[in-house]
């Protein structure tokens, strides 16, 4: 089936930007989701459909896909940023959902 | 104000069952795909089932099989998950999630816990 690759972890301080990648083959050509989850806390899209937002998600989050990496990027890294961010796809030769293991945004 | 609520988490012995449930409101429930999406204390995100507005189409993720099904009631507003022949590694918050069209799960409850143990 599907494999999406994400980085573990990533740390960085206040006002840095966070690029978190998503790597799949020809992940390019599907739409990919992206979801933000603080500890003890359900999930949230906070991108869909590559680069869409959804209301309420600040401007400072934004998607991008092409080839085989789709990039979550978050512009001025703020505390409350802190949590674990996932990438989620739909695919179609095995009929399966795939989320990515996740990564985990340290603000120093 | 669209709410999902879970409910139905307990302890249970391997080989066991239990049904999980999904109320909603907030939303045109029966326009909209829903799932249920499992994560272990810890782990990360799986995806379980798939349900489709209308109920014709269903998916399952192959680690459920056979074993649970996935099922929804429109006068109801409400999704539900029958869980058979449960094992340990079945243990985990499930998650009840709203889907849009392009497959993003735009709404999602707070979970309920399944722990199956002897």
């Known amino acids: 089936s599907y494999v999406l690759t994400q980085p573990p972890s990533l740390s960085l301080a206040p006002g840095q930007t966070a690029r978190i990648t998503c790597a799949g083959y020809?992940?390019?050509?599907?739409?990919v989701h992206w979801y933000q989850q603080k500890p003890g806390q359900a999930p949230v899209l906070v991108v869909h459909?590559?680069?869409g937002r959804p209301s309420g998600i600040p401007d400072r989050f934004a998607g991008s896909n092409s080839a085989n990496t789709a990039t979550l990027t978050i512009s001025g890294v703020e505390a409350g940023d802190e949590a674990d961010y996932y990438c989620?796809?739909?695919?179609?030769?095995?009929?399966?959902?795939?989320f990515g293991a996740g990564t985990k945004v340290t603000v120093l | 104000q669209v709410e999902v609520v879970e409910s139905g988490g307990d302890l249970v012995k391997p080989g066991g069952s239990l049904r999980l449930s999904c109320a909603t409101s907030g939303f045109t429930f029966n326009n909209y795909y829903m799932n249920w999406i499992r994560q272990t204390p810890g782990e990360g995100l799986e995806w379980v089932a798939f349900i489709s507005a209308t109920g014709s189409t269903i998916y399952y993720a192959d680690s459920v099989k056979g074993r649970f099904i996935i099922s929804r009631d429109d006068a109801q507003r409400s999704l539900y998950l029958q869980m058979d022949s449960l094992r340990g590694e079945d243990s985990a918050v499930y998650y009840c999630a709203r889907q849009k069209d392009s497959g993003a799960y735009d709404a999602w409850g707070q979970g309920t816990l399944v722990i199956v143990s002897s």
């Open positions: 459909d590559n680069d």
């Open positions: 989620q796809v739909w695919d179609s030769g095995s009929y399966h959902y795939v």
């Open positions: 020809n992940i390019g050509s599907i739409s």
